[in-house]
């Protein structure tokens, strides 16, 4: 098997599903900055093929958002893949290094709290839903 088009399979998959969660695709720079000076709060997802941390923040990014309080808007980049995207996404972590994959939460624009990689690698989707659930409780009102 071609390893380029295996990665190409899991790539796609990676991205299915996010959206499939109800989370925008951010592919350029451009679309970052709309989406990310929006008004009220926004969960940004980092994605990453990386092994069992994105194995387990992509579950956890589906279920997180079945909550009574949840961001307002739901966007996603992918490192690795979409890098300017990317890069232009980590311009808005100030204070926060590099990680993928991980959750920014934003409101108006500013940065509010991150969950990084270390925060996500050996624990279980769940653990990781239940600290989303926990920021989205402090930090989001009730839909």
Known sequence: ??????????????????TEAG??????PEEVDAALTEKGTTLVM???TCGCA?????P???HSVHFDKRPDNLVTVFAGQ???????????????P??????ALLKDGKI??????HDIEGHSPMEVTTKLQTIFDEHCVEV
């Open 46 to 48: 980092i994605n990453s």
């Open 1 to 18: 098997m071609d390893f380029n088009l295996f990665m190409q399979d899991v790539v796609d998959a990676a991205r299915k599903d996010i």
């Open 54 to 58: 994105g194995g387990v923040a992509r």
């Open 98 to 103: 590099p990680s993928s994959p991980s959750f």
């Open 23 to 28: 989370y925008k695709e951010l592919k350029t």
């Open 112 to 117: 509010v709290t991150m969950i990084e990689r």
């Open 82 to 96: 979409d890098r300017e995207a990317t890069e232009k996404a980590r311009e808005y972590f100030e204070g926060f």
């Open 60 to 62: 956890a990014a589906a």
